[in-house]
């Protein structure tokens, strides 16, 4: 079997794996496709992962949605995804996780973790050779990111 990267992610696809199980996870899985840039991972013709940038007003925000049955192409689904988050020409890119497989991913993807309150952490891509200059922020204090040095270098893989 082949592996893949359809771009645009189609909304079938946004639907499969973005939560479209109700109104408000129909709404923002729509947005998401529309107002950004969406990217499908594909195993032969089976829809192993979502990835997409959600343009902001510094830059883009990521978001991840992978398959359990992934696993497996986990180490290239990482690669594609850190080569595609370099090769983008936003200034910052963020990312905001809630889960733990959502950290670990991030991490993997070239993300430094910077604040946490519990059940939302926020990360900031420093790409490949920028990393190890950003200390993280104490967990659970919004102040603290604002003095952050990830929050002011700018993100360019």
């Not at 979502?50 to 398959?67: C, D, Q, S, V």
Request: hydrophobic share 40%; proline share 4%.
């Amino acid at each position: 079997m082949t592996y893949r990267i359809d771009t645009p992610a189609t909304l079938f696809d946004m639907a499969e794996l973005s939560g479209a199980n109700t109104l408000v996870g129909w709404a923002v899985a729509r947005e998401m496709w529309s107002g950004g840039e969406t990217f499908a991972m594909r195993y032969g013709d089976e829809l192993v992962g979502l990835f997409g940038l959600y343009p902001t007003e510094t830059g883009a925000e990521a978001w991840f949605n992978i398959k359990e049955k992934a696993a497996p192409h986990m180490l290239r689904l990482i690669r594609d995804i850190r080569l595609t988050l370099a090769s983008r020409s936003y200034p910052e890119i963020v990312v905001i996780c809630t889960t733990d497989a959502g950290r670990r991913i991030a991490i993997a993807s070239g993300f430094h973790l910077f604040e946490s309150d519990g059940e939302i952490t926020h990360g900031k891509f420093v790409g490949r050779g920028q990393q190890g200059s950003c200390k993280p922020a104490e967990t659970g204090s919004g102040s603290t990111a604002a003095a952050d040095p990830c929050r002011s270098r700018q993100a360019t893989g």
